[in-house]
């Protein structure tokens, strides 16, 4: 007969800790050496594993500027076919108006009537676009808020390019008065600081300008209202003009000095709604000039350039700097940089989009 003997479990003598302390509620733990040692390891894994592979494990971030209409009573656009200004024979006015419409119409606040319908309805209307044209009688007559004339001062094609590019809003209401630089920013506020410095110049330019403009002589009576009547339209459209004082009739001096209708800062600030419509004053200059020249070797357009690439998100080999070897890349970015700046001089800015990007390309085999 077997006796059967009770199982122990076995303890090696020497490796058998001795008996911990307690105390009143939970037994001490004490951590283990090799415990410690794997979680060190671990980190230094880790950061090695970061450091070999760089910044391919961290994604970038991006602002991408954001754009608007910021004038709601200009929503239907009209674009004619680009006149050719430049010394270069083969530009196509036509080719760059459908630039300027596709960039144009991606911005929210437009409808843009298609260049292809707006030159079939002038033929049929049997207007001839010369020089005494009247945009503005054309413009009600396509059935459009506003109609942009445009024309192309300056193209060079090859390294390092170059494009030129002028265009003039007719507003089919002769009621709207020019819409200087710098309306509409935030002065006065928080932000403005945060205006770019090329806008502020522009706005203090054109205040300059409209002020110059008072003390210019002019034929027949200098106190006739009529002399200073667009004038004092460029002012209502900046805002309508600050008084600063007391009121005064055009040629009649104000209250602190200065003449009736002086145009000043104030004017880029737009004014709240009023109880009762304004005085209708027509004029037939275009509410919008905007005249720019961009060089393929400047700083700051290559950086645009970059930019521009970037959020396009374009699967052709050559990076952004291909675009400057591409005529019609670089004429569409030109017509890019050209609505941005127009609007964005004007309010037409709003808040930019935060992005993260990896920088492995989906298209990277």
Same mark, same amino acid.
């Given at each position: 007969m077997?006796?059967?003997?009770?199982?122990q479990?076995?303890?090696?003598p020497?490796r058998?800790?001795p008996a911990?302390? #307690?105390t009143?509620?939970h037994?001490?733990?004490?951590r283990?050496?090799?415990?410690?040692?794997?979680? =060190?390891?671990?980190?230094?894994?880790?950061? !090695?594993?970061?450091?070999?592979?760089?910044?391919?494990?961290?994604?970038t971030?991006?602002?991408?500027?954001?754009?608007?209409n910021? !004038?709601?009573q200009?929503?239907?656009v009209a674009?004619?076919? !680009?006149?050719?200004?430049?010394?270069?024979?083969?530009?196509?006015g036509e080719?760059v108006?459908l630039?300027?419409? *596709?960039?144009?119409?991606?911005i929210p606040g437009?409808?843009? &009537?298609p260049?292809g319908?707006?030159?079939r309805?002038? *033929?049929?209307?049997?207007?001839?676009l010369?020089e005494?044209?009247?945009?503005?009688?054309?413009?009600r007559?396509?059935n459009?808020?506003v109609l &942009?004339?445009?024309?192309?001062?300056?193209?060079?094609p090859?390294?390092?390019?170059?494009?030129g590019?002028?265009?003039?809003?007719?507003?089919?209401?002769?009621?709207?008065?020019p819409?200087?630089p710098?309306?509409g920013l935030?002065?006065?506020?928080?932000r403005?600081?945060?205006?770019?410095?090329s806008?502020?110049w522009e706005?203090?330019?054109?205040l300059a300008?409209?002020?110059?403009? #008072?003390?210019t002589?002019?034929?027949?009576d200098?106190n006739?209202?009529g002399?200073?009547?667009?004038?004092?339209?460029?002012?209502?459209?900046a805002?309508g003009e600050?008084?600063?004082?007391? *009121?005064?009739?055009?040629?009649?001096i104000?209250a602190?000095g200065?003449?009736g209708g002086?145009?000043?800062?104030t004017?880029?600030?737009p004014d709240?709604p009023?109880?009762?419509?304004?005085?209708?004053?027509g004029q037939?200059?275009?509410i919008?000039?905007?005249?720019?020249i961009y060089?393929?070797?400047?700083?700051d357009?290559?950086?645009? &350039?970059e930019?521009?690439?970037?959020?396009?998100d374009?699967?052709?080999?050559?990076?952004?700097?291909? =675009? &400057?070897q591409?005529?019609d890349d670089f004429m569409?970015?030109?017509?890019y940089a050209?609505i941005?700046?127009?609007?964005?001089s004007?309010?037409?800015v709003g808040?930019?989009?935060?992005?993260?990007?990896w920088?492995?390309?989906?298209?990277?085999?």
């Open positions: 077997r006796i059967e003997r009770e199982k479990p076995f303890r090696n020497v058998q800790s911990r302390p #307690t009143g509620r037994p001490i733990r004490i283990s050496s090799h415990r410690f040692g794997r979680g =060190y390891a671990a980190a230094c894994l880790g950061v !090695f594993v970061t450091l070999f592979l760089g910044c391919a494990a961290i994604p971030k991006l602002c991408q500027p954001s754009y608007h910021p !004038f709601p200009l929503h239907r674009i004619l076919p !680009f006149f050719n200004l430049s010394e270069n024979p083969h530009v196509d080719r108006a630039l300027y419409f *596709e960039e144009m119409q991606a437009f409808e843009i &009537l260049v319908v707006t030159q309805k002038v *033929e049929d209307l049997g207007v001839d010369t005494g044209t009247d945009y503005q009688e054309l413009a007559r396509l459009v808020d &942009l004339i445009g024309a192309v001062t300056d193209f060079h090859y390294y390092p390019p170059r494009m590019l002028t265009v003039r809003w007719y507003a089919a209401n002769p009621g709207f008065h819409i200087p710098g309306y935030p002065w006065g506020t928080s403005e600081e945060y205006i770019p410095k806008f502020a706005a203090e330019f054109a300008r409209e002020q110059l403009e #008072t003390q002589p002019t034929p027949g200098p006739r209202p002399a200073l009547a667009r004038e004092a339209g460029e002012g209502q459209a805002g600050a008084d600063g004082g007391d *009121e005064a009739p055009w040629g009649g104000r602190d200065l003449p002086w145009p000043d800062p004017g880029f600030i709240g009023q109880p009762v419509r304004p005085p209708y004053r037939r200059e275009p919008i000039r905007q005249t720019r060089h393929g070797n400047d700083l357009l290559t950086r645009m &350039l930019d521009y690439y970037e959020f396009r374009d699967a052709r080999f050559g990076g952004w700097q291909a =675009y &400057l591409r005529s569409r970015f030109c017509c050209h941005t700046e127009t609007l964005a004007r309010g037409g808040e930019p989009k935060v992005l993260w990007r920088p492995i390309s989906r298209y990277d085999p």
